[in-house]
């Protein structure tokens, strides 16, 4: 990983890393974009949830912070009509490849959120 001192536990099971069902992102833009935040964790070991080939994690640490947009993304938003049939038309936006970015306003303790590149993890997985 390349982020020294972090544990993150990574859902898996004998067919492979397990696809989260709904990881949210927030953005101090009201647009979804930049750096994406999340909620601060000071666990020891966090829980992962996976998306396609990436593991995104919280961050353990960060200052209380105002968001103004958050990213739903769960691998099934996959245009503009899924987004409008999840939320509602015209609640959301359709973020490519996967996402439905709401704008909504709230303060509280974040941080960047961490993310791994698990590509190369390919199943079946063993040890030696």
């Known amino acids: 990983m390349h982020n020294p001192g972090t544990i993150v536990q990574v859902p898996a099971d004998v067919n492979g890393v397990v696809q989260g069902a709904l990881y949210i992102l927030y953005y101090t833009s009201s647009d979804c974009s930049g750096t994406a935040l999340g909620p601060v964790d000071p666990s020891l070991a966090k829980i992962g949830t996976i998306i ?42 359709f973020i490519p490849p996967e996402g439905c970015c709401a704008v909504a306003s709230n ?6 959120v961490g993310t791994e590149d698990l590509s190369a993890f390919v199943p079946p997985f063993h040890l030696e």
């Open 52 to 93: 396609g080939t990436t593991l995104y994690f919280t961050p353990s640490s960060g200052p209380t912070t105002t968001f103004n947009s958050y990213l739903e993304r769960n691998g099934t938003y996959t245009s503009q009509a899924l987004c409008d049939a999840a939320f509602g038309a015209g609640a959301t936006t």
């Open 107 to 112: 303060m509280t303790q974040m941080g960047p």
